[in-house]
């Protein structure tokens, strides 16, 4: 059993978790950057105000590009009054909180045409009785790993990197199998073990969570036994912890500082940051674990004392390029349509990310998963995107390219999945054509283990029971 530290999505696909980071049986018993803010078509609970500008000049990275499919994406909501749309999604996000029993959720939905609707419900903080708002950030956890991947796939594009490049060279203190490829790290099949995932490091990370560590000590973690790379699917977040670290060989510049210059500044994603790196630029949720009352019942409890780092210090550095980063859901959704719509990358470096969906699932992987994104289907349809999960958080984040917008759901617990609330929601916001009703399915979203876990980071297949890393 892997860690409990990480809530199991910091980047594996949505369905698995995270061992730092998951919640555990042991531990319970872009769009382009715009000056002024889109038309909000509703709000449920506070909406945020302007952000400031960025403090941190972005550098070199490409223009952000519109692409084809946002101009070519259907209007949202055909033929519904806007206020009434709005009136209808307030009221389902209040009834799916309470029917799921957790203590808080905040959803952006993002059409392509600019419309959104932000909503919010339940408690960013239980004990001093603070509201959930739309300016609520959250630990994206496994999500991260779709900017990390970002970056390594535009370094791909400038000619810096080439996807089936040796890392070892690039690497030489990881004393990695020279076989081991960039494409291997950014679609899970290098065999690299999942240190979150070694039982032997939840006790560290517990025992100072206010510990930074290094991405050495994380390493130090990776068991000895691996399989052949190239041969098998296997979420892992020690996979984009090596990523980072390769970013940071080839630009001399750590990952945080080329995700704020590549991405969060030029896409305007001015309420995200780098944690442990940056200053938080919104208040973050506090995260919960469900726990046993003496005489039956369960509570909430957090996961961890008040920090500026959500849930805690050591699990979020142990994670790094795997589960870092943290931002609101408006700022959430609107970088995963950028990322999916093709605003992001060059077109060639775009579809060889989707294509690579067909190299994993030649190996059978329990999700479909390309080179840092997962292809999902939500309701009968197609979406793109990742799930997040550490101990006290889980979220997901799609874009529907048939619905034309994007969708984040960001929670403060690490049990319940996100992705029903999700599927609900699209019902009301896109509903499909009457003529051909959609598969009753839920999509299983739950993440891999991740950092800090017995389950994956965000975005990994399965959830462990141990304290979650990011997943």
Known sequence: MGSGLTGGGLGAPVGAVSSAASESA?????????????????????SAPPPAPSATPPTPPPTPRPSAAASASPAPGPGQDPEALAARLDARLTQLRKAAAIPGVSVAIVWDDGRRWLGAAGRADIVAKEPMTTRTAFALASVSKTLTAAVVLQLVGEGRLALDQPVAPLLPAYKLDRRITVR????????????????????????????????????????????VPGKVWRY???????????????????????????LLDPFALRSSWYQAEEKPRAEGATGYRRVAKEGGGTRWIPVAPPSDVMPFRSVV????????????????ARWMGAFARGEVLPPDVQAAMIADLAVTQAMRAGVGYGLGIRVIPVDGRRALGHSGRYLGFRNVVLY?????????????QGTYDPAKIATMLLRIAAPR?????????????????????????????SVSVSPVPPG
Do not use: C, Q
Request: proline share 13%; no cysteine; charged share 15%.
């Open 26 to 46: 042991a531990a319970s018993a872009a769009a382009i950057p715009v000056d002024t803010p889109s038309p909000v078509v509703a709000s449920a609970g506070p």
């Open 184 to 227: 291997m790290l950014l679609d899970h099949t290098s065999g690299l073990p999942d240190y979150f995932l070694n039982p032997k490091i939840d006790k560290p990370l517990r025992a100072r969570p206010d510990a930074a560590w290094t991405p050495e000590r994380a390493w130090s973690y990776v068991p000895a036994k691996r399989p």
């Open 236 to 262: 892992s977040n020690t996979n984009y912890l090596l990523l980072g670290e390769l970013v940071e060989a080839i630009t001399g510049r750590t990952i945080a500082v080329e995700v704020r210059a590549r």
């Open 317 to 332: 550095t142990a994670a790094a390029g795997a589960g870092s980063v943290a931002a609101t859901a408006l700022d959430a």
């Open 400 to 412: 529907v390219p048939e619905a034309g917008l994007s969708i984040a759901v960001l929670t403060n």
């Open 433 to 461: 054509p009457a003529a051909t009703p959609s598969p009753t399915v839920t999509p299983t979203l739950s993440t891999p283990a991740g950092p800090g876990g017995s389950a994956p980071a965000s975005g990994s297949p």
